[in-house]
């Protein structure tokens, strides 16, 4: 999936600044689908108006630069629901815990300890996440229940994982200097 189509998705559910997409794209809704810069958003952008399938409007602020407001046109709906259908490459997982954790006997505990309470606290934040999303009132996407759900059922196991098994991730860092002289 590209870019370009993750522009479509989001502007089919609501108009949006490349701020805007930027933000849902790496913080909110749709931060679990494809990745997105500011230098890949607006050439999509670009090129998404230029073959119409995306309308740009400027709203004026006082004292500010003009926003630029995208909105999905109907040949936009049409090329989304076409990228759409083309079969997903597998899933990309990448993360930097686990590098972490690879190299957990070049680490003293404390570094582990750490990296292991930002990791609780970041599977915590992304559950809290999956519940608004799916406290979301109103119109939205129709598998927003079920992405979340889904979502949620994958970062519930992994926090699971992480809280039965810290001991033994710890247990494979080296000892600090002050034990190892013991």
């Known amino acids: 999936m590209n870019v370009r189509t993750v522009c479509l998705a989001i502007l089919q559910f609501l108009d949006a600044t490349g701020y805007e997409i930027k933000k849902m794209s790496t913080e909110e809704r749709f931060a679990f689908f494809v990745d997105a810069s500011f230098g890949s958003i607006y050439p999509a952008l670009s090129r998404l108006q230029d073959d119409g399938c995306v309308t740009v409007r400027e709203e004026y602020e006082s004292g500010k630069p003009p926003r630029k407001i995208y909105s999905i046109t109907d040949k936009g709906r049409e090329e989304l629901v076409v990228s759409l259908q083309v079969l997903p490459r597998p899933d990309t997982f990448k993360s930097e815990f686990l590098l972490i954790s690879l190299c957990a006997g070049l680490l003293d505990r404390e570094t582990i300890v750490r ?44 926090l699971k994982y992480l809280l039965e098994n810290r001991a033994r991730l710890e247990a494979l860092t080296q000892a600090p200097a002050n034990e190892a002289a013991e």
């Open 115 to 158: 990296a292991i309470d930002k990791r609780i606290k970041d599977l915590q934040a992304d559950l809290t996440m999956f519940d608004e999303a799916e406290g979301c009132i109103g119109p939205g996407p129709t598998g927003l229940a079920w992405v979340a759900e889904y979502g949620r059922t994958m970062h519930e196991a992994s």
